[in-house]
């Protein structure tokens, strides 16, 4: 630890030698944002008025994450920090804390979004640990509103460009409203009683709370520790009781104990769910928040006997690219 103390502390003296780059030599401001889905979102919001760069790297456990001198760097740069908050990004967080420059901001968007009363504690975040699931972001709804507070934090701090920040919320709003219907139209084919979703890291809680879905499990205890055998065995028993046709894995967090759980239960075992892993690659036009969105909605309900085809209307290209 203190060697990473030592390189980010270096970090940030080459960077304040060194001078800013891209947003200063530019003239734009510049922007951070945590978690792939939430800076995809600032980007449609930013376009090309302000340059925005993501904190975490993609494929990277977001909760886990320790900032690297890059990550220092860009923060040492930026004019305001959108986060997501909820604990989710802990260390990022303390770092934006102690080393954000002068005037710069840091935006909690989940803080801004949802109430303490609106919290969901759940299998990985249990109300006696005091740490609410913070993946909002998975309600398009609240992605909506992620999408309205970044129009309104870049509007502020950038008043020159506010039409622009306006004009492209309007613009990405649209798509994220069409979004938000196909999920619901696509999820209301799903059998009533299939409507359960048992996965690895406990990421839709949020999305099943809107949807009209019910988790039953996760598989990921709150330490993100193994389950022991006495919960794997009753998640089994649940499984085979619910007659769950499929569970769900994460791209981020390959699980053995799922796909055992799989075998054992007799269901359908999908291995390839995100939450703040993009889908392809960069400059694809699934490659976005709401690529994301219909990769995994199109792979639950197709695995839990629904039919996923008013996905088909939402365009995955972002509106800025």
């Given at each position: 630890?203190?060697?990473?103390?030592?390189?980010?502390?270096?970090?940030?003296?080459?960077?304040?030698?060194?001078?800013?780059?891209?947003?200063?030599?530019?003239?734009?401001?510049?922007?951070?944002?945590?978690?792939?889905?939430?800076?995809?979102?600032?980007?449609?919001?930013?376009?090309?008025?302000?340059?925005?760069?993501?904190?975490?790297?993609?494929?990277?456990?977001?909760?886990?994450?320790e900032p690297t001198a890059d990550t220092a760097r860009l923060i040492a740069d930026a004019d305001v920090i959108f986060l997501n908050g909820l604990d989710l990004e802990d260390p990022t967080?303390?770092?934006?804390?102690?080393?954000?420059?002068?005037?710069?901001?840091?935006?909690?968007?989940?803080?801004?979004?949802?109430?303490?009363?609106?919290?969901?504690?759940?299998?990985?975040?249990?109300?006696?640990?005091?740490?609410p699931n913070p993946h909002l972001w998975m309600d398009v709804a609240y992605a909506i509103h992620y999408t309205e507070l970044v129009r309104d934090e870049l509007s502020r701090i950038d008043?020159?460009?506010?039409?622009?920040?306006?004009?492209?919320?309007?613009?990405?709003?649209?798509?994220?409203?069409?979004?938000?219907?196909?999920?619901?139209?696509?999820?209301?084919?799903?059998?009533?009683?299939?409507?359960?979703?048992?996965?690895?890291?406990?990421?839709?809680?949020?999305?099943?709370?809107?949807?009209?879905?019910?988790?039953?499990?996760?598989?990921?205890?709150?330490?993100?520790?193994?389950?022991?055998?006495?919960?794997?065995?009753?998640?089994?028993?649940?499984?085979?009781?619910?007659?769950?046709?499929?569970?769900?894995?994460?791209?981020?967090?390959?699980?053995?104990?799922?796909?055992?759980?799989?075998?054992?239960?007799?269901?359908?075992?999908?291995?390839?769910?995100?939450?703040?892993?993009?889908?392809?690659?960069?400059?694809?036009?699934?490659?976005?928040?709401?690529?994301?969105?219909?990769?995994?909605?199109?792979?639950?309900?197709?695995?839990?006997?629904?039919?996923?085809?008013?996905?088909?209307?939402?365009?995955?290209?972002?509106?800025?690219?």
């Amino acid at each position: 630890m203190r060697i990473i103390l030592i390189a980010i502390a270096m970090a940030l003296v080459a960077a304040s030698c060194s001078g800013k780059s891209g947003g200063a030599e530019s003239g734009k401001i510049e922007v951070v944002a945590s978690v792939a889905p939430i800076t995809d979102i600032v980007k449609n919001v930013a376009g090309d008025a302000a340059d925005v760069q993501g904190l975490i790297p993609e494929g990277v456990d977001s909760h886990t994450f320790e900032p690297t001198a890059d990550t220092a760097r860009l923060i040492a740069d930026a004019d305001v920090i959108f986060l997501n908050g909820l604990d989710l990004e802990d260390p990022t967080l303390a770092l934006a804390r102690s080393d954000k420059k002068d005037g710069a901001e840091i935006f909690l968007l989940g803080e801004h979004t949802v109430q303490p009363d609106g919290y969901l504690y759940d299998f990985s975040f249990p109300r006696s640990a005091g740490h609410p699931n913070p993946h909002l972001w998975m309600d398009v709804a609240y992605a909506i509103h992620y999408t309205e507070l970044v129009r309104d934090e870049l509007s502020r701090i950038d008043p020159g460009n506010a039409a622009t920040y306006r004009a492209n919320a309007d613009a990405y709003l649209t798509t994220l409203r069409t979004l938000n219907d196909a999920v619901q139209k696509a999820v209301d084919t799903i059998p009533p009683q299939d409507r359960l979703l048992l996965t690895y890291h406990d990421s839709f809680a949020y999305f099943a709370h809107h949807y009209g879905m019910r988790v039953i499990g996760a598989i990921q205890p709150a330490d993100f520790s193994e389950p022991s055998a006495q919960e794997v065995a009753a998640l089994i028993d649940q499984i085979r009781t619910e007659h769950v046709p499929a569970i769900f894995g994460s791209e981020v967090f390959p699980s053995p104990v799922l796909a055992q759980i799989a075998q054992e239960s007799g269901a359908k075992y999908e291995d390839t769910l995100r939450d703040d892993d993009l889908p392809g690659d960069t400059g694809q036009p699934e490659h976005s928040y709401v690529g994301l969105m219909l990769y995994d909605v199109r792979t639950i309900v197709t695995d839990l006997g629904g039919d996923a085809s008013a996905l088909d209307a939402v365009p995955t290209s972002n509106p800025y690219d």
